[in-house]
């Protein structure tokens, strides 16, 4: 007990996932630090359960510190440039990117530079290490008909991977359409997006478009 009531005061959030019959001191240590309690019924639930702490739990505002570090995100070298990789420490043609403080070349992402120290990242890495706390909105999923396709501006090309829509007979077939950018996706570009990408091609493509569109 007086080891719960350090944890407590130290504002541990304990979990614990029991192989065994449930157990008093470990329910009560849950409840007492804020977290969670659970005795597993399977091998797949198990899984399940484990597979539920993977995603960090949000922070208690009350006693969360907001610290800001400072990132570059570097731009695409021209293929045909000639500059030397501060990486491997020779002269590469093309590829790479350079980091936006001291303009010095490297070959991937996320790195940290070798000359200024400026942490280099791209957005799509950002949004996949934060992906938990700013999720994709799900898709809506759309079912064209011949009869409606055309009035419903249906595309007749995935968005993402600029494969054919239609089934067979060119009838249109299952798709999803992004609630904000309202483009069309495949269910294959769907499962991909939200899964791994973490990012929509159609708000990103359209970001800095959007007035120009407008007019």
Same mark, same amino acid.
């Given at each position: 007990m007086e080891t719960i009531q350090k944890c407590k005061k130290s504002k541990i959030r304990c979990s614990v996932i029991g192989l065994a019959a449930e157990m008093f001191i470990c329910k009560h240590l849950s409840q007492e630090t804020g977290g969670t309690y659970s005795v597993a019924l399977d091998e797949s639930h198990l899984k399940e359960l484990v597979l539920e702490h993977a995603p960090p739990p949000p922070a208690i505002a009350e006693y969360a510190t907001a610290n800001l570090i400072k990132m570059g995100f570097p731009q695409r070298a021209a293929e045909s440039a000639v500059a030397i990789c501060t990486c491997h420490e020779e002269a590469r043609i093309g590829g790479g990117y350079t980091c936006p403080r001291c303009k010095? $070349?490297?070959? &991937?992402?996320?790195? &940290?530079? $070798? @000359?200024?120290?400026?942490?280099? @990242?791209?957005?799509?890495?950002?949004? $996949?290490?934060?992906?938990?706390?700013?999720? @994709?909105?799900?898709? !809506? &999923?759309? %079912?064209?008909?011949?009869?409606?396709? %055309?009035?419903?501006?249906?595309?007749? !090309?995935?968005?993402?991977?600029?494969? %054919?829509?239609? %089934?067979?007979?060119?009838?249109?077939?299952?798709?999803?359409?992004?609630p904000k950018c309202k483009q069309q996706f495949c269910l294959d570009c769907d499962i991909y997006i939200h899964e791994s990408l973490h990012n929509c091609p159609g708000c990103e493509s359209f970001r800095h478009s959007n007035s120009t569109a407008t007019q």
């Open positions: 010095v $070349r490297v070959c &991937e992402l996320p790195t &940290e530079c $070798r @000359i200024c120290g400026l942490t280099l @990242i791209s957005s799509p890495h950002l949004a $996949r290490s934060y992906h938990h706390l700013f999720p @994709i909105v799900p898709f !809506d &999923e759309v %079912s064209q008909t011949p009869q409606n396709g %055309s009035s419903h501006g249906f595309s007749s !090309d995935c968005f993402g991977c600029q494969q %054919s829509l239609l %089934s067979q007979g060119n009838k249109p077939g299952l798709s999803v359409t992004c």
